[in-house]
């Protein structure tokens, strides 16, 4: 199975800040806090989504996070808001510099992207879920954000184009997706979970 660290973030609504414009032709589109976007893998090209079906066996029983291959039929399980960590929320609009650490809402179900000591269920990596709520969310909801440079060197805030690789918090694991297929009821899903 292939598997892979990296994501690309493709905004749908971009925040601006209130305070100022955003300025046409800038040339850079920015991944700033409050965004709502969706999380494709650079290499699987699967969408990570939260879904309504929960890890059962010998998994957390918290709500599964997958990888969707959008075909049209399910857009809205894979749309998630940019947020600032519990201890350092951020401002509308805000750029996200690089380490920043992060969480991301799933705008459906307000549950946020969370991991923690589980194995998960195909790769026996660590478990993904989406977990919690608008009032409840903890340090394992923590993810840091990071990229390497490009051809124009090594960007200071967060763009659309960087290849990005989130790492947890609590455990120093990296979002992964992987090409390998969950059976019934998630047949045609794949595998995010964390790994090294």
Known sequence: AMASVAWYAFVFAAAAAFSSPVIAGEGTSYVTCGSLIKLENAAVKTKAACQEVTYGGSGSGQHAVTGVLEDGSDTQSSYWYIRGSVDNPCTQGQKIAKGSEIRLQHLKSSRWLHSHHFKSMLSRNQEVSCFGSEEESDSSDSWKVDWKGNSKGEP?????????????????????????????????????????
Not at 172 to 192: A, D, K
């Open 156 to 196: 200071k805030f967060w763009e659309q184009a960087n290849k990005v690789h989130f790492q947890h918090v609590e455990t120093g694991l990296y979002l992964m997706g992987s090409t390998t297929m969950y059976p019934r009821p998630l047949s045609g899903h794949m595998e995010v979970a964390a790994s090294t």
